[in-house]
């Protein structure tokens, strides 16, 4: 969604490398070039107002004047300015003393708060909570139907009474819901409220007399990330209508500018809690703002990723293939980890979003974008095509297993020879990096390619200028050699200074603060 921001933050930012210090008229360039960026992206104007001026007051200031890399400090300040627009620090759910704790939806019609009701249910399963869908949409076309389905898709409970299709009073459902809760010991109830395709009175009256009947604990606010400036004044409709406690962003996987997202929280006061941003139940999660920030600058969220990978791998199969890697130059580690460690990376997600989550990564985002994701399958394909000896020792695949693989997983004879190569090449490559020796493949360093011949090699080449093969012309490089060194011995000093008052020189001001 924020990819042509990041583009246009991106290409202003490249514009200040190797300027050692900054005049007004780069300032001023920056932050038109951020100004645009951030109108393109469609971000409320206002928002746009007080983020520039609050970037170029401290950009005039002493943390860039002073610094050793100007363009640097201006990037971590519109980070931080980019972190407090959206939110500042991440925001929890609060929940009640005494169970059960009430949470409530509201929004526009197609916000997506039926299948969002789905996710939180999940995520709060996920944190140990017993949570309860009710439906209190009665009037939208098989909205009771949509709930009861997506909450047996999330494995949770869903209390709905009344069929729906107009009939039904959803303040009633409401009020019976939260007995329901207490009989069944439920500690969360979700409720999910009608919407309209507009702002108008009764919907406001009817999600007022909800929150009166149930007094939540949390009003969540569900807006579409994609509906661009209409999303500031929807909620602040609602804001002053119904009255919410926090903002959920759905749709956020989309291809809108997502000015929404870095608008709402500024203009509200209301902060951004989670993101939805895929149509899996699982693709939702807490909104953290500075993880966005650093999303948006290119510079990954390498956070999430650690997230994601704790919660799908298991630090006993970790311990298991570590194990396997380390020992015996890695033969112990066959095919069939191969393709487990496969599958448990499958299950973190679309790889084009993990990778997306790298450092960097937005430099080669078409690349990214261009993967194919079936290609994960493919190879599972040939692995599962492989008898079990094969797996366990695949020196053993020669011609004619190759083409019986190649049958029996519907591709080229080719490609399981290449899969082959590849596995070798990764495990010797994984081997390494497990018994310490680092990357494999960097020069000069003990376990990283750099083996005796090749260093022996460097060496040779690093011996210096070579001497002229005339006599005169050598004699007098020799003496312009020796008459640098007296002259070198004469100063002594560790900066090009006299030694006696190498002793009072002291650095600058604005290098004193990166010393002890």
Known sequence: MFDTLSDRLSATFKNLRGKGRLSEADIDATAREIRIALLEADVALPVVRAFIGNVKERARGVEVSQALNPAQQVVKIVNEELVGILGGETRRLRFAKNPPSVIMLAGLQGAGKTTLAGKLGLWLKGQGHSPLLVACDLQRPNAVNQLSVV???????????????????????????????????????????????????????????????????????????????????????????????????????????????????????????????????????????????????????????????????????????????????????????????????????????????????????????????????????????????????????????????????????????????????????????????GMPGMPGMPGMGGGPGRQKKQVKQAKGKRKSGNPMKRKAEEQAAAARREQAAAQGGAFGLPAQEDKNFELPDEFKKFMG
């Open 151 to 437: 909450a047996d898709r999330a494995g949770v409970a869903v209390y709905a009474p009344q069929p729906g299709n107009g009939v039904g009073d959803p303040v009633q459902v409401a009020k019976e819901s939260i007995e329901h809760a207490r009989s069944k010991q439920y500690d969360v109830v979700i409720v999910d409220t009608a919407g309209r395709l507009g702002i108008d009175q009764e919907l406001m009256q009817q999600a007022a007399d909800i929150r009166d009947a149930v007094s939540p604990d949390e009003i969540l606010f569900v807006v579409d990330a994609m509906i661009g400036q209409d999303a500031v004044n929807t909620a602040e409709a609602f804001r002053d209508g119904v009255g919410f406690d926090g903002v959920v962003l759905s749709k956020l996987d989309g291809d809108a500018r997502g000015g929404a997202a870095l608008s709402i929280a500024h203009v509200t006061g209301k902060q951004i809690m989670f993101a939805s941003n895929g149509e899996k139940l699982e693709d939702f999660d807490a909104f953290h703002p500075d993880r966005m920030a650093s999303r948006i600058l290119d510079m990954g969220d390498l956070l999430t990723l650690i997230e994601q990978a704790e919660k799908t791998f298991s630090q006993e199969e970790a311990a298991k293939m570590a194990s396997k890697l380390a020992s015996s130059k890695g033969k112990d580690f066959t095919l069939d980890d191969f393709l487990a460690q496969m599958e448990q990376v499958r299950k973190m997600g679309s790889i084009s979003k993990l990778l997306g989550m790298l450092p960097g990564m937005g430099q080669i985002k078409d690349q990214i974008n261009n993967i194919d994701e079936r290609d994960v399958d493919r190879t599972a394909a040939i692995i599962k095509s492989m008898t079990p000896k094969e797996r366990a020792e695949p020196t053993i695949i020669n011609g004619s297993r190759r083409a019986r693989i190649a049958k029996g997983s519907g591709v080229e004879v080719s490609a399981v020879k290449n899969l082959v190569e590849r596995f070798f090449e990764a495990r010797k490559m994984m081997s390494k990096m497990a018994q310490g020796g």
